[in-house]
């Protein structure tokens, strides 16, 4: 499978808790994109990626994310001191950089559950 | 700035009939134009895409409709299948040049389909 693929696919953390996601984008698309999602909404953007330079970050993205992508390939999420209002579905996606006016490829997210 | 508004959460049709999808969006300057599908626990997968110097693209079963004059957008279903039951997700990106890169999300139409 040569999808965009997440892991875990869900996990389970306490309040105040520190969390990691990872995302392997399709191995030739230079551009990486964090989105969350709640229940019933649609996918709202977080980041994005052009190789490892972190490009753009929305406001949602307080300084308790930080994302990297150290090598331009894999990129990795991480949520310090957790709360509740972070339990979501955490969506990757990749596109190739010349492709302007494409579809992301998205992976099926990992979903977190902050007790 | 953008957004992206549905009019119905949820579309209910028979079997066999065709399903209207509609979408509005309010950034004149949107390039582009992307439906999306999800079904429960995965990503959002592609359907189909239109610029905005098209106003119709016909895909297998799908046609997407583009309206600038009154930002509107909409998914054409036909002959719907039980397969067809998930949220659908309209979706936008900016101009080239806003210099951002990033799709923007509506909050989605749920299609069930009667048997």
């Known amino acids: 499978d040569t999808g965009v693929s997440q892991d875990p696919r869900h996990k389970i953390t306490k309040r105040g808790q520190n969390v990691t996601f990872r995302c392997d984008p399709i191995?030739?698309?230079?551009?990486l994109y964090w989105y969350r999602q709640t229940l019933g909404q649609g996918p709202e953007f977080l980041t994005y990626?052009?190789?490892?330079?972190?490009?753009?970050k929305s406001r949602l993205l307080s300084d308790r994310f930080s994302a990297e992508r150290p090598k331009g390939s894999f990129s990795t999420l991480e949520i310090q001191r957790t709360e509740q209002g972070d339990s979501a579905m955490y969506l990757c996606?990749?596109?190739?950089?010349?492709?302007?006016?494409?579809?992301?490829?998205f992976g099926n997210g990992t979903r977190l559950t902050v007790t | 700035g953008e957004s992206v508004g549905l009019h119905l959460p949820t579309l209910s049709v028979q079997e066999g009939d065709n399903s209207i999808i509609n979408c509005a969006y309010s950034?004149?300057?949107?390039?582009?134009f992307i439906w999306y599908k999800q079904e429960s626990g995965k990503g959002p997968q592609f359907i189909i895409d239109?610029?905005?110097?098209?106003d119709k693209r016909q895909g297998q079963r799908v046609t997407v409709l583009l309206n600038k004059t009154v930002k509107h957008l909409s998914l054409q279903i036909a002959a719907t299948q039980p397969g067809d039951s998930a949220v659908y997700f309209c979706?936008?990106?900016?101009?080239?040049?806003?210099?951002?890169?990033?799709?923007?999300f509506g909050s989605g139409t749920r299609l069930l389909v009667r048997p």
């Open positions: 996606a990749s596109r190739p950089t010349a492709s302007y006016n494409s579809p992301l490829h």
């Open positions: 950034n004149s300057a949107s390039d582009y």
């Open positions: 239109i610029r905005s110097n098209m």
């Open positions: 979706a936008l990106e900016g101009s080239m040049m806003d210099s951002s890169y990033k799709l923007i």
């Open positions: 191995s030739e698309h230079n551009r």
């Open positions: 990626f052009q190789n490892e330079a972190q490009l753009e």
